[in-house]
């Protein structure tokens, strides 16, 4: 329900700011929709109130289907009305029209009005009811708990009674705020967890010698086994015959601390205190503490305030404090000095042992013929211990009730080829409760960009610029005009609270930017359940009896995505009327898919969103009456131009083409489409004079790739915003070299050339001159394939001057010459972070530490002829890849990953260095094999 809120909360938003360009329309037409607007926000105080009330009695009081499809209807009918008086607008005939559109606008907002008021009404007749049993908003996020605090003393390893003890605050494991019941039990892990790839790690930490109080964080993904990571650490025998005094604490959502703080006064003291002032209580733990080496762990830390009151209580002599978390802003938060340890789960080994112990009481007692599929098994679980008990008990009731070995090795393969749908078979629902707690920690506008990640299939590696592209279009990102951030900001910072919260993991960064991420099996499993609960979307498979669900279905859900062919469902739905309920038609099929002919008006009327980049189409599809388009990603084999008639798509704000061709004209009128954010494609753009004449587009942030011929001063009178520019072509053939100079929001460039060999050669100074105009805006700067006119010892020194360039990117020879020597004075770069030369004949490379004053991040790839990397290329140096080298540049950096390691445990903030040696360097001198970074913008 909390759902249909956020919809109705966001559709009066929008009408807000939309009906402001349409005050001049007829008094009519304005009443009719202040009535509208007034009941729906008799609907919106119904639904947030009803948000409150326990799910299991929600469906005594309210149809959410009914209030679910009344907001779209009022939804799609005003967001089209209005879109049609953006079109009249463009077309210049508006003003002609007015009266008529004014009276057809409140004809059918009075219908709207009728159609809805009933039911709003027969709601409003349910609220006080509603009001009377539901906790007021003050109080119901402080719902009280008996707390019984039960003492357990271990006598594990020789320790005795006095040295070693637990807390287990009962009934606030992880709470149902609703309920006030606990929501779930972690499973019991330790019985049969075996050994964590990382334990060493953490004891050494923990043996360090302490001369304040130290605090490791452990964080990690739910299910990945963060308390028993910790439970393993805290009895393992090295640890115990460490610390005397060891006390574990479960802190959860309502931590108390007084209990807390009573459990570790009773057991540091000798003589037993009874102190119910707070404050005399904390004075007494500190002062029992004082100078001892004592090891706490606080599991499950939500909040950093819950370590914040016992951080000021400890004493900050030698203590140590090992935390597990959730949330990386908390593990980050306790301890500003240390990175936190991130749990990548169990190896292939561990994780095939620990399900065979979930089936068998020993390893060994598994048959022969079982193994294989059993490791086969145990790798589709991730090493995440969850899904492996999970499945595990699932594979133990195969093996109970099939008889023979054979016939258990065929259903364990069935289970192996399907593990994401066996994991709906979990009786216990562990999976699902263990997500669903972090799940309600989100922010409702955070939720549904949570689900919508469970859109992209299995492996799927998620361009964040797409992902937060499709939350801004499906109208999940709200602006408001007192916002200092921009949408893309905005969607930015919700997709890292995701990932701070290890419900998405970031799989590709360029510097602290995260460029791709990926949702693990069972949190892409978790979001499509949700998300078909929800109505949020529908994912379509194919099946041996057909599609999954019937196409006679699908059209109930307004967001489609595709992992199978589609052709079947754009050839039938334009027969069925209920199509036109369809906002968004997504296809991520892993095959390419050619289709003769696609007529999309035809089957989605009010279509927000077509992303179809692995449906190759023969051209640009008629969408000119899709004029609430906000979002086309595209694969068009042979497109040579963008038509005139996309320009009527006033709402479009993201237009991604991809083609097999080099250039594509546009004969579009851009300056109409007053809402574009970003106009993408790998080909050289070549724009229409003629079509963009008046207007400037002052929403468009990104435009890649223009051709050079394109480039010329008035495109920054047209395009005054822009944030990222993508050239590609002869740049030579630039007319006007001091065209970059004029905008002022510039951020990310990216210069390609394309070099014709059958040209004249072009004048050398040319690309210097293009250089010198560079905005000193400029945070992050790609040239590739430019040697021929840019050379290492000259032009290096005009990009140092640029005092806020952060990332350069060096491709494809973009400079010429064997050497490099950096002047000490002259070639400082004072803010450039990442720095990556690739395919370079660079032979010799010399400078110094102050030449990259803030160099985090280097990368040298494909430079055969390079013979060392300078010894010290920056003191802030943390990461170091190389890949495509000789031998001497792999034992100088193998000399640098000496020097930075050494540098940084001198450090009082530890960041550790990362030496990456690809693939392609000597075998023999590999230390480390990983994935390449991102390299595009």
């Not at 997500?435 to 960009?449: F, M, N, P, T, V």
């Not at 060999?757 to 400029?778: G, H, W």
């Not at 290492?792 to 973009?814: C, I, P, S, Y």
């Amino acid at each position: 329900m909390a759902a249909e809120a956020e919809s109705v909360t966001f559709l009066l938003e929008t009408l807000k700011e939309q009906w402001r360009s349409y005050k001049n329309l007829k008094a009519g037409a304005h009443h009719e929709f202040r009535q509208l607007k007034s009941a729906l926000a008799d609907l919106q105080e119904f639904l947030k109130q009803t948000a409150m009330v326990p799910e299991q009695e929600q469906s005594g009081y309210f149809s959410e289907n009914e209030i679910r499809d009344a907001v779209y209807e009022v939804e799609d009918s005003i967001e089209f009305w209005l879109t049609k008086m953006d079109v009249a607008k463009n077309k210049g005939w508006f003003n002609r029209i007015k009266d008529i559109f004014s009276t057809e606008m409140e004809q059918e907002i009075k219908l709207l009005r009728q159609q809805i008021q009933p039911k709003v009404d027969l709601i409003k007749q349910k609220n006080f009811e509603i009001k009377q049993n539901i906790i007021r908003p003050s109080t119901s996020l402080q719902v009280q708990i008996p707390v019984e605090v039960n003492m357990v003393h271990e006598e594990k390893h020789g320790v005795g009674a006095d040295d070693s003890c637990e807390v287990q605050v009962q009934g606030i494991i992880e709470t149902d705020q609703s309920s006030g019941q606990p929501s779930w039990e972690q499973p019991d892990m330790e019985k049969n967890i075996v050994n964590f790839p990382d334990e060493g790690i953490i004891i050494n930490k923990l043996m360090d010698p302490k001369d304040r109080l130290d605090v490791i964080s452990i964080t990690g993904m739910p299910g990945i086994g963060k308390t028993t990571f910790a439970r393993k650490i805290y009895e393992h025998k090295v640890v115990v015959n460490k610390f005397k005094f060891r006390f574990w604490i479960h802190v959860s959502e309502n931590f108390n601390r007084m209990e807390a703080l009573r459990y570790i006064l009773k057991e540091v003291t000798v003589k037993a205190m009874v102190l119910n002032n707070e404050r005399d209580l904390i004075r007494a733990v500190n002062v029992s503490l004082k100078n001892k080496d004592f090891l706490l762990v606080m599991d499950n830390v939500w909040r950093i305030e819950d370590w914040e009151i016992i951080k000021v209580i400890l004493p900050n002599d030698k203590g140590t404090v090992l935390l597990t978390t959730r949330d990386t802003d908390v593990a980050k938060g306790a301890n500003i000095y240390r990175m936190p340890h991130y749990l990548h789960g169990l190896s292939q080994r561990a994780s095939f042992e620990l399900l065979i112990l979930q089936v068998f009481d020993i390893v060994g007692d598994c048959d022969t013929e079982l193994k294989e599929v059993g490791n086969d098994i145990a790798t589709r679980c991730r090493g995440v211990p969850l899904i492996i008990l999970v499945i595990g008990g699932i594979l133990k009731r195969i093996f109970a009730k099939t008889q023979g070995v054979l016939a258990v090795k065929k259903e364990w393969t069935k289970v192996s080829t399907t593990v994401n749908e066996f994991l709906e078979k979990d009786d216990k629902k562990l999976i699902s409760r263990a997500l669903e707690i972090s799940y309600k920690k989100l922010g409702h506008d955070q939720r549904a960009c949570f689900l919508y990640s469970g859109l992209f299939p299995v492996n799927h590696e998620i361009p964040v610029s797409t992902l937060t592209q499709l939350w801004i279009a499906e109208g999940f990102i709200k602006w408001k005009e007192e916002d200092n951030e921009s949408l893309e900001e905005k969607a930015y910072n919700i997709l890292i609270i995701l990932i701070n919260m290890n419900l998405l993991m970031a799989t590709k960064r360029n510097l602290d930017q995260v460029k791709t991420c990926w949702a693990h099996d069972m949190v892409r499993e978790f979001c499509r359940r949700k998300a078909m609960e929800e109505k949020l979307f529908r994912v379509i498979h194919r099946s041996i009896g057909g599609p999954d669900p019937p196409f006679a279905k699908a059209p109930e859900f307004r967001r489609l995505c595709f992992d199978s062919d589609p052709t079947d469902f754009l050839t039938k739905c334009p027969k069925d009327p209920t199509a036109k309920h369809v906002r968004s038609f997504l296809c991520f099929y892993k095959e390419s898919v050619k289709l003769q002919s696609v007529t999309f008006p035809d089957v989605c009327n009010y279509l927000r969103v077509l992303n179809c980049r692995s449906t190759i189409l023969p051209s640009f599809p008629e969408v000119k009456k899709l004029i609430l388009l906000k979002h086309i990603t595209l694969f068009i084999e042979n497109l040579k131009v963008l038509p005139e008639d996309i320009s009527q798509l006033v709402n479009l704000q993201t237009l991604i083409v991809e083609t097999k061709l080099e250039t594509i004209t546009i004969k579009a009128n851009i300056s109409k489409m007053i809402r574009m954010r970003c106009l993408k494609t790998k080909a050289a753009i070549f724009l229409d004079d003629k079509k963009w004449k008046v207007k400037a587009c002052h929403n468009l942030q990104t435009f890649s790739r223009l051709s050079p011929k394109s480039c010329t001063r008035l495109l920054s009178k047209r395009a005054p915003n822009l944030k990222t520019l993508g050239v590609r072509g002869k740049l030579t053939s630039i007319v006007e070299a001091t065209f970059l100079k004029y905008f002022n929001h510039l951020e990310n460039l990216k210069l390609n050339n394309v070099r014709d060999d059958q040209s004249i050669p072009s004048s050398p100074l040319f690309l210097s001159e293009l250089v010198r105009f560079l905005p000193q805006t400029l945070k992050s700067l790609t040239l590739a394939n430019t040697g021929t006119d840019l050379k290492w010892d000259v032009h290096m020194r005009l990009l140092a001057g640029m005092e806020n360039l952060t990332v350069l990117k060096l491709k494809g020879n973009a400079l010429t010459g064997e050497e490099w020597i950096a002047d000490e004075t002259g070639d400082v770069f004072p803010s450039l972070e990442f720095l990556l030369v690739e395919k370079s004949g660079l032979v010799k490379w010399t400078a110094s530490e102050s030449n990259f004053p803030t160099l985090r991040s280097l990368v040298i790839k494909s430079c055969q002829e390079l013979s060392i990397i300078p010894e010290s290329p920056s003191e802030q140096l943390e990461s170091l890849e190389i890949d495509l080298v000789n031998k001497s540049v792999v034992e100088s950096a193998k000399r640098i990953e000496e020097i930075q390691t050494k540098r940084h445990q001198n450090r009082k903030r530890e960041i550790p260095f990362k030496l990456t040696i690809g693939p392609g360097c000597d075998l023999d001198l590999i230390s480390e094999t990983i994935n390449p970074k991102d390299d595009e913008l």
